[in-house]
């Protein structure tokens, strides 16, 4: 188990899961049987098939332990059940200005959901852990690779 909760959204632990369910139920039969195959047809020293099929199986098998532990260790929240919706924590859809007035919205979501070009961001974040427990209007200070900045939370919101 990891040293912090690996916090992941219903929808995040669904996509691991569908990834996971992929790659056990229908890349790893086909890349087997391809394998199964080419080990048929004779000298595998110089078998195209039979050598990038070894390749590709132990990458899947690779990717399946990797999504396995991430799936174990993933303590799924639900952000509509947070008891208080006036406050920043795990799920929450947070509207920032930062002092040349620029508004940013991101969700706050999984390290392992995070995507900052569709305004997701990781829980373990910078900005995530400055945001934490704030309140609307509420000043926080992030120091970024750029420098420090500081942000106003503008708005909060919850899925329904």
């Avoid at 990038?52 to 399946?64: N, S, T």
């Avoid at 926080?140 to 500081?150: F, I």
Wanted: net charge neutral; glycine share 10%; proline share 5%.
């Amino acid at each position: 188990m990891t040293a912090h909760p690996n916090y992941i959204t219903p929808d995040g632990f669904s996509k691991l899961r569908a990834e996971y369910d992929q790659l056990l139920g229908v890349e790893r039969p086909r890349v087997v049987e391809i394998v199964s195959w080419a080990a048929g047809n004779g000298d595998r020293s110089e078998n195209g098939d039979y050598l990038y099929g070894r390749k590709r199986m132990r990458e899947i098998d690779g990717q399946l332990r990797r999504l396995s532990k991430k799936m174990k260790d993933a303590k799924v929240v639900d952000p509509r059940h947070q008891p208080d919706k006036n406050k920043v924590f795990f799920g929450a859809t947070v509207t920032i200005v930062d002092e040349d007035d620029n508004h940013r919205t991101v969700t706050i979501v999984g390290n392992d959901e995070a995507d900052a070009s569709a305004g997701r961001i990781g829980w373990g974040s910078p900005i995530a852990r400055a945001l934490r427990g704030a309140a609307i209007g509420d000043l926080r200070r992030v120091l970024l690779p750029a420098g420090e900045k500081e942000y106003e939370v503008m708005a909060i919101s919850y899925p329904a």
